[in-house]
């Protein structure tokens, strides 16, 4: 067997396969959304930037509503089965909105509401993730299934608005919306052909289930004080470089083209670091993925330094790789160290704590800068984060955290 077969071993499971090609399908298409939804927002009556802000706030709020609510009945009813609702919901809302645009009668109000409906799938969709994959191979290969899952999400990052431009462009945007819904229709395909995974029984009520979720997530020093860690680089280093970059771009760099640039190179480096840890299973897996996270800072150091496009561009290539390494072995370590029974609650309050202040910082990295000057801003983000990952790092249950051997015998496997 050679070295790349090696690698792509985990393709041998059909069950993986179907998934991953769902998987791919669906986020190629939600990422010709954005940009579809976009442009149809700016052209209707009431609409430009502010609409545009407004669905957006709307999808994402739906979403932190509801993460908590998918982890319960994920864990409550299994992950495919509320994956399964959950696609099937974003399906039926961009269908409706690629309706309403391809025969002109939207209004502003009716994309919020569809906006609402498809964050509401996006919330009870993600902490399946979590709890489906390690049903669909062996936990010797949890890694390489988590990292060809992470590449497809750079992959169709790249692609799909590159694609979404040229649709738009030839024919519109409710076309691109009824791509989007049919890429959830696919998801749908893939994942009623997998089998339904085992459950617990349900405990006393919503409120008894989360409350267990939450005893379980904090009882894990290394896991809430990783998530917090996270929180933190999305509040105050993530959010201002995205806000703040495309300024900067426009100023000194060369504009959209070179931000352009910089994301896609982003996204390449992600790929590559997803190939890189295929069969590859490090034994301290959490310190990699901590030691990792520091690769965000480069990208915000060379804008804040005044540098120059190559080294941006360079610097956020080998962020993309950090990122790939940081996602795919904390993934894979929550996968093999929690329980199977309460893994969707896990994953949920996990995502709810990474994500919740990323609208914070969004919010407002563009009236601080004013103050205090982009520069220093991103500066300040890039100090805090390679601060936090030492201090990260120096936690005992981080640094001592090993993974758990594979299990010779699954006991969460699907029937």
């Known amino acids: 067997m050679t070295l790349g077969t090696h690698r792509l071993r985990v393709l041998r499971h059909a069950r993986f396969r179907r998934f991953l090609l769902g998987q791919t399908t669906s986020l190629l298409g939600s990422g010709m959304n954005t940009i579809a939804t976009t442009f149809a927002v700016l052209h209707l009556p009431g609409g430009g930037v502010d609409a545009v802000g407004g669905v957006m706030a709307a999808r994402i709020l739906a979403v932190l509503v509801v993460l908590l609510l998918g982890g319960v009945f994920t864990d409550r ?112 395909v893939a994942l009623v052909g997998l089998p339904v995974s085992r459950v617990q029984a349900p405990g006393r009520g919503l409120f008894s289930e989360l409350g267990r979720g939450w005893r379980e997530f904090t009882s894990r020093t290394w896991l809430w004080v990783t998530t917090l860690h996270i929180g933190f680089f999305n509040c105050l280093l993530w959010a201002p470089f995205l806000v703040l970059g495309p300024s900067i771009a426009d100023q000194r760099l060369g504009g959209a083209r070179a931000w352009g640039l ?86 949920a309050f996990d995502s709810l704590g990474a994500f919740a202040l990323g609208p914070l910082g969004l919010a407002l990295a563009g009236p601080v800068s004013g103050v205090v ?5 991103l500066g300040f983000g890039v100090l805090w984060q390679v601060t936090a990952v030492g201090v990260v790092l120096a936690v005992p249950s981080v640094r001592r955290h090993e993974a758990t051997p594979p299990m010779a015998a699954r006991v969460d496997a699907v029937r």
């Open 77 to 188: 009813l299994g992950a495919r089965t509320v994956m399964l609702a959950a696609d099937v919901l974003r399906f039926g809302s961009q269908g409706v909105l690629a309706l309403l645009l391809l025969t002109g009668g939207v209004r502003i109000w009716e994309v919020v509401v569809l906006a609402v409906l498809l964050g509401v799938g996006e919330g009870g969709f993600m902490p399946g993730l979590s709890a489906l994959v390690p049903g669909l191979v062996p936990d010797g290969e949890l890694a390489d299934a988590n990292a060809l899952l992470e590449m497809a999400r750079p992959m169709t990052s790249i692609a799909g608005p590159g694609l979404a431009g040229l649709l738009v462009a030839a024919f519109d945007a409710g076309t691109v919306v009824a791509v989007d819904a049919v890429s959830y229709g696919v998801s749908v």
């Open 262 to 347: 910089v994301l896609a190179l982003e996204g390449i480096g992600a790929i590559v670091g997803g190939a890189l840890l295929l069969g590859r299973s490090p034994r301290r897996g959490l310190t990699w993925s901590v030691a990792a996270s520091a690769g965000w800072a480069v990208p915000a150091a060379t804008l804040a330094m005044g540098l120059p496009l190559a080294w941006v561009a360079g610097a956020a290539f080998f962020a993309g790789i950090g990122a790939a390494v940081c996602t795919t072995l904390a993934a894979t370590v929550i996968q093999r160290d929690v329980p199977a029974e309460v893994r969707g609650r896990i994953s």
């Open 373 to 377: 000057g982009a520069e220093r801003l």
